[in-house]
């Protein structure tokens, strides 16, 4: 016999259960539809992680990976794949299984586009999707305009997070997370949390860094070149990239950057931090950029992707243009004097703008409106 099918149920596929941005919401839309009375479920292709998420197969393309995933989608009405090799893996699994499937584009379409061959392939794979949504609205004009899909198939959901878990922090809770993480409790501290891995070029933000902490070493504590009073440098997350990284931030910053690898919960991180600095080559709506917001923390951003629906230049945050490869630092250094500057009105305007669009309960309501439209 085979697997009773609820077809009020939805299943989410995540690539891994690392605690990533489009894993994290993903978990979250799961929990919150449940909350809802609606039936959900949540798995991963393979990898391993932080989060409790059950894990399909050896690889994420793997055929063991695939069988399985088409026997989970068996027993459900609706498959979301959130992201990334999600797309491959519910394009090849779920051909003529019955079961359809949205997909949720979370970065910038034209990464995955630059020839014709992968926006060949990358446009068959779109068009078995029933439904497509993007974080971005800028990101479904892309999607239409580079892939030629029919419009009434793709719509903007943005990227959400529970507001209740980011609140702006008082002076005690700064005090107990930068003593919880090794900082001086009057320092400036500038955050960097994500993968450290190239995409994310965490070397420009060190090295951004290191020239800020040199010029308030130069300039004392006056004038326009002076740097921050006592800069500390948090990064937060792990990768492939970090020893080399902090063999770098010895040498540029000796002693002013801390490394916490994984954590649980990034409550932590934001609300320690003055700053929340992205420096990434290729974004999405990054989730780290909607927590700071939320709690009230403005960021100094790279100009990519669609970092700009959450960094409204020079009112919840600061844009630097640093260019291609390594980047310019200086670029970035300016963006987080901007900030530093006026960290508090950005902060609060960063907090009004993110409640305002990526509460999660706002988020769920256009997902289950959407999902109402694929059973109909």
Known sequence: MGTPTDRRAVLHVVTDPRRRGSQAFAH??????????????????????EMPIPILGPGRLHPRTLRALRRRAGGVGLVIAHGSTTLDACGIALAGAGTPFVYVNIGDPRHWAKDALRRARVGMMLRRATAIASVSPMGREILLDTHRLAPERVRSIPNGRRPERFLPPDESDRGKARAELGLPAEATVLAVVGALAGEKRVALAIEAFALLADSGSDSGTGGAGAGPADPWLLVAGEGPERAALEALAERRAPGRVVFTGNLADPGPVYRAADVLVLSSTSEGVPGVLVEAGMCAIPAAATDVGFVRDVVVDGVTGALADVGPGAGDPRALVAAIRRVLADRGSMGRAA??????????????????????????
């Open 28 to 49: 979250d839309l799961d929990v919150a539809l449940r909350e809802r009375g609606r039936a959900s479920s949540i798995v991963a292709l393979a990898g391993t992680g």
């Open 351 to 376: 907090r009004a703008r993110c409640l305002e669009r990526h509460a999660m309960d706002t988020v769920v309501d256009a997902w289950i409106a959407l999902l109402d439209e694929q059973r109909r």
